[in-house]
């Protein structure tokens, strides 16, 4: 089942500007995470932000977390033609007792050089 | 790091086969072990949790004896999918995860399976 919903399902941008990605959720989390998959492959980590807290970044990537509105953004500031791929967000619900994770239908970022 | 690595990375077979995917946490130690079926263009869907020597628990409307799942060591899973049909074609992921819930999940790169 599906539980985070990104939006835009895709973004076309020009190298050295930023990208937002937003996420909208339904339940109660124990955390929200971000991940990208490049075409034909894994998924890859990006961020994990916990229910009680607000901001976190990691070198060129902003997260944010408002969980009165069950929602959450990732910016990619001065983006690269590598950054091109899917990037989904992740919610661990609070009711589950395995640490599930439900996935977004992801945003397509394409950033042209 | 954290790196799965998931075997094969492409299947083609007849329909009627069964067919075995490896999942092995290479450098940690992972309690639980995730797998997901992903249809092109679309997100990732949970087919079922493992833990190390427990029963998998698997979602809803996943049915257990065509997709078997084993957690046999903390780096090791299979999924087989047994007697394989053109509609069970599809991008099988797995992904593992340390002891503690707020970790993230690694993921191996995909198994392409295709069913003549």
């Known amino acids: 089942s599906q539980q985070g919903e990104e939006d835009p399902q895709a973004l076309s941008i020009q190298e050295g500007e930023n990208a937002t990605m937003n996420c909208s959720y339904k339940?109660?989390?124990?955390?929200l995470q971000w991940y990208r998959q490049n075409s034909g492959r894994g998924l890859v980590h990006l961020i994990l932000i916990r229910s009680n807290e607000r901001e976190k970044h990691s070198g060129r990537l902003r997260v944010t977390l408002d969980t009165s509105k069950k929602s959450s953004s990732l910016l990619i500031t001065a983006s690269r033609a590598a950054d091109t791929a899917s990037y989904f967000c992740?919610?661990?619900?609070?009711?589950?007792?395995?640490?599930?994770?439900?996935f977004g239908r992801g945003t397509q970022l394409t950033v042209w050089p | 790091g954290a790196v799965v690595s998931q075997h094969p990375s492409w299947v083609i077979c007849k329909s009627g086969t069964s067919v075995k995917i490896e999942c092995r946490s290479l450098?940690?130690?992972?309690?639980?072990m995730f797998w997901y079926r992903q249809f092109p263009k679309q997100s990732l869907m949970l087919m079922a949790t493992s833990n190390e020597g427990s029963k998998a628990t698997y979602e809803q409307g996943v049915e257990k004896d065509k997709f078997l799942i084993n957690h046999a060591s903390l780096t090791l899973s299979t999924l087989t999918v047994t007697s394989a049909h053109p509609e069970d074609s599809s991008f099988y992921i797995c992904s593992a995860r340390r002891a503690f819930r707020d970790q993230p999940q690694h993921f191996g790169d995909g198994t392409r399976l295709s069913i003549l």
């Open positions: 339940t109660s989390i124990n955390n």
């Open positions: 992740a919610t661990d619900d609070r009711g589950s007792t395995l640490g599930r994770l439900y």
């Open positions: 450098d940690f130690q992972a309690t639980t």
